[in-house]
């Protein structure tokens, strides 16, 4: 997700505006503060554009109940509360604007449109062709250590073997 984020916040063509409220707003009413990371926006638009790209038709309502949590407040019982639904709305119409996602005739909630499918997995392919090689290495690294050590156990077993002889 922050790799989408990043191209989100970085992109020339269709850049992601910011809204002049972003730094003071709350992500929900049973939060105390706003988020502390001054990419929260495009990190959680890279968010909702995944959720969409995994699960079409998602609307703001069901996207206000994912990103909803417990209200705890003294002494009483923890009540679940949505989350705000103003900003969920404009993220979406952002991610509308850069043709990521639309709404689909006779059907309710977003759907990712082509475009927005090409981008999420040329990115996707961006981030596994930089993590697999680490991963592949240090795979081969670790088997190899293994390897090494059942042919010293395999030595040390012939070696008594013949001397019992």
């Not at 404009?90 to 639309?102: C, D, F, P, T």
């Amino acid at each position: 997700m922050t790799a989408l984020a990043k191209h989100f916040k970085d992109d020339r063509k269709n850049p992601m505006d910011l809204p002049d409220w972003h730094d003071i707003v709350k992500t929900a009413s049973q939060k105390e503060l706003g988020p502390y990371s001054k990419d929260w926006y495009y990190i959680r638009a890279a968010s909702m554009a995944r959720k969409i790209y995994i699960r079409g038709g998602t609307g703001v309502g069901a996207f206000s109940k994912m990103y909803g949590q417990a209200n705890k407040r003294s002494v009483t019982k923890a009540h679940f509360e949505r989350s705000s639904r103003g900003l969920i709305r404009h993220i979406l119409k952002q991610l509308g604007e850069m043709g990521v996602v639309s709404t689909k005739k006779q059907k309710k909630g977003r759907f990712i449109t082509q475009a927005g499918q090409a981008l999420l997995d040329s990115i996707a392919v961006q981030v596994a062709a930089n993590i697999a090689p680490a991963a592949f290495r240090s795979f081969v690294a670790e088997i190899k250590e293994v390897v090494e050590e059942e042919q010293e156990e395999f030595e040390e077993d012939e070696d008594i073997a013949e001397a019992e002889e």
